[in-house]
């Protein structure tokens, strides 16, 4: 299993439209996504489950994943989060 936090810094977080570019970039991947906040555990993989995580700007979240393209699939997600949502 690999994992990175990272921090929502763009300005709705993960909701709609950022929520969707996060799982189209997640579901290129063949290992298990999921992100945990607050302790709770969502998959990664699926728009329902991200959208009811509620993650909002400034909140932290980690994205774990494990198989195959672990370590790849998380570095390109926080990439994602950090530098191409802002934006949104």
Do not use: W
Not at 37 to 66: F, P, T
């Amino acid at each position: 299993m690999y994992e990175e936090k990272v921090t929502l810094v763009n300005e709705i977080g993960l909701h709609a439209r950022p929520a969707s570019i996060f799982i189209r970039e997640a579901v290129k991947h063949a290992c298990d996504i999921n992100v945990e906040k607050d302790g709770r555990i969502y998959n990664a993989k699926s728009i329902m489950s991200v959208l009811s995580m509620s993650a909002g700007k400034g909140e932290e979240i980690i994205i774990k994943a494990q198989g195959d393209d672990e370590e790849e699939a998380v570095k390109s997600l926080v990439d994602l989060v950090e530098n191409k949502l802002s934006n949104y």
